[in-house]
């Protein structure tokens, strides 16, 4: 659970980093996302990165709902007298909710621009060279063009923050790294790119929508 949600924390880093050049909204820019795009589905190296990537998601999803059961089984009755909230936060006992709603998010993601760069009518375009070059970018951006999608992927970004918030940290106490003089950093590391990975994501529909 920790190793792979370590994964796809990184992938998120090199995600953003991809996806942050819808913020140039130029025809140049327009290229460079389509030819990004172009690359992350057809350099060999990136696919086979990409199906270890598909199977992280799927595994940290299903040992996160077989850890969920296990939980409830552990307890099935509750304590007569409990304050849960003195010793975590609402977040960190709401792990699997949170955990579905990204996991459902991933799905709708995953249908509108995966599935379309992959097996859709793209629309098309000529690199630089001339060559024909799926147009991804007017896709996304008719995509951010409806107000219920940019809402929808700016809740979607909180709810991925307060997932992060715990599930950063908790990995490496998961993994036994904790340490007195360490602990602290990776906590406000966590925390760090808890909050800015996710605000510089929902950034790029806000700006495309306001924009478009």
Not at 102 to 111: D, E, G, N, R, S
């Given at each position: ?157 909180g709810v991925l923050a307060f997932h992060l918030l715990h599930g950063f940290q908790s990995a490496f106490q998961s993994l036994g790294l904790n340490h007195p003089r360490y602990t602290p950093i990776i906590k406000n590391v966590g925390v760090f790119f808890a909050v800015v990975v996710p605000i510089f994501f ?11």
């Amino acid at each position: 659970m920790a190793l792979t949600g370590l994964f796809l924390s990184v992938f998120l880093i090199t995600h953003l980093a991809g996806n942050l050049q819808l913020l140039d909204m130029s025809p140049e820019g327009q290229q460079k996302f389509n030819e990004y795009a172009r690359f992350m589905t057809t350099f060999p190296l990136v696919k086979l990165v990409s199906y270890v990537l598909y199977f992280s998601i799927l595994f940290h999803a299903f040992d996160g709902f077989l850890l969920a059961i296990q939980n409830r089984k552990a307890r099935p009755v509750k304590y007569a007298y409990e304050k849960p909230g003195a010793n975590s936060t609402w977040y960190a006992r709401q792990m699997a909710l949170l955990g579905t709603l990204i996991l459902v998010f991933i799905v709708m993601h995953m249908k509108h621009f995966w599935y379309e760069m992959h097996f859709g009518e793209l629309p098309m375009t000529v690199d630089k060279s001339g060559e024909p070059l799926k147009d991804l970018y007017t896709v996304v951006a008719a995509a951010f063009t409806q107000l219920w999608y940019v809402a929808l992927y700016v809740v979607m970004m909180g709810v991925l923050a307060f997932h992060l918030l715990h599930g950063f940290q908790s990995a490496f106490q998961s993994l036994g790294l904790n340490h007195p003089r360490y602990t602290p950093i990776i906590k406000n590391v966590g925390v760090f790119f808890a909050v800015v990975v996710p605000i510089f994501f929902a950034l790029i529909p806000v700006w495309m929508f306001i924009n478009r």
